[in-house]
């Protein structure tokens, strides 16, 4: 009878753990607690989007569409990049290298929302059809119209909520 590796082993063990929905961290296996299923968006139940209270219809002018406002609000690499890693085992993805997924804002900081809440941030995979990238560009365009004037802040956070894929034409701007 032929021997397997013990890599091999390891490698199928780790394959078909994931396959169930478990990781492996340090030799032991954990639920994933957040799903896939929802991607490009990220699961409902782990972040649903939070909001910045400081940021509301009223204080725009003097928030988000200031130049250079989110710089001011942005947590640290070293928080974001420590949240990353958990979340990245908690989604149960198999690739876990960090440098191929964004820790980004469900809800952006440049549509009023929460800097640093776990609620409101989740690795988000920079591979696929429908990136990070992908995601900056609707971003951009929704802070736009709001600050324009042509869609509500409230609108606008909503529809990325919603579904940010589909955001910019439900709401007209597509």
Known sequence: MSRISRPLV?????LALA?????VTAGTAHAATCSQA???LPDPSCQPGDLNPDVTQDTIDSTICVSGWTATVRPSSSYTTALKKKQ????GYTDTSTSDYEEDHFVPLEL????????????????GTKTAAN??????????????????LTDAQDAIIADW??????????
């Open 10 to 14: 390891i490698s199928l063990s780790a």
């Open 19 to 23: 396959a169930a929905g478990l990781t």
């Open 38 to 40: 929802y991607l490009p």
């Open 88 to 91: 990245i085992v908690e989604y």
């Open 112 to 127: 009023g929302g929460s800097p640093k809440s776990a609620l409101n941030l989740w690795p988000e995979p920079e591979y």
């Open 135 to 152: 995601k900056d560009t609707v971003e951009n365009k929704l802070k736009k119209a709001v600050c324009a004037g042509t869609v509500s």
């Open 165 to 174: 894929t589909t955001a910019l034409s439900d709401l007209g701007l597509s």
